[in-house]
């Protein structure tokens, strides 16, 4: 399962304004989909990734750029109609998602889809949908038990 060339293309006009740097089509097109292949791996393993793991992992540096691509891989997801998959990027030795992940939230407008009152009860409630959505298991250090 991988993004059409019509989402990366769709993608590729959400981002590139914000880059400092031009984005080149071909760069960002296989940068997006060595991205989006990776987190929908962990989601299917029950999983979550570091920053730094999905750097290593996807070619994709440096770290500003790789939150462009996870601003879009969550634009892509939320006009599918899933849920934010950058729910499971992580900072090292953490389980809350990456900085930015609520930013992304609220730019998308989805935090009143939920009906959690706290960002702890949000993230919460957005990582048991995401991981029903995609098969995995909530990871067992996440889980309340």
Do not use: C, W
Not at 15 to 31: G, I, M, Q, W, Y
Not at 101 to 117: G, H, K, Q, W
Not at 130 to 138: D, E, P, T, V
């Amino acid at each position: 399962m991988g993004l059409q060339q019509s989402e990366i293309s769709e993608a590729y006009e959400f981002v590139t304004p914000e880059l400092d740097v031009n984005a080149h089509f071909a760069t960002f097109s296989k940068r997006i989909q060595l991205t989006y292949a990776r987190l929908i791996e962990a989601a299917r393993n029950g999983q979550k990734i570091s920053v730094g793991d999905l750097v290593a992992n996807t070619d994709t540096n440096p770290r500003r750029y790789l939150s462009k691509l996870l601003d879009v891989i969550g634009y892509v997801e939320e006009s599918k109609g899933n849920p934010p998959t950058t729910i499971i990027v992580i900072r090292s030795g953490k389980t809350l998602p990456a900085n930015g992940f609520l930013e992304l939230v609220d730019t998308l407008v989805i935090r009143n889809r939920y009906e959690s009152a706290t960002d702890e009860e949000l993230i919460a409630e957005i990582t048991d949908e995401f991981f029903a959505h995609y098969g995995g298991n909530r990871p067992v250090e996440d889980r309340e038990d």
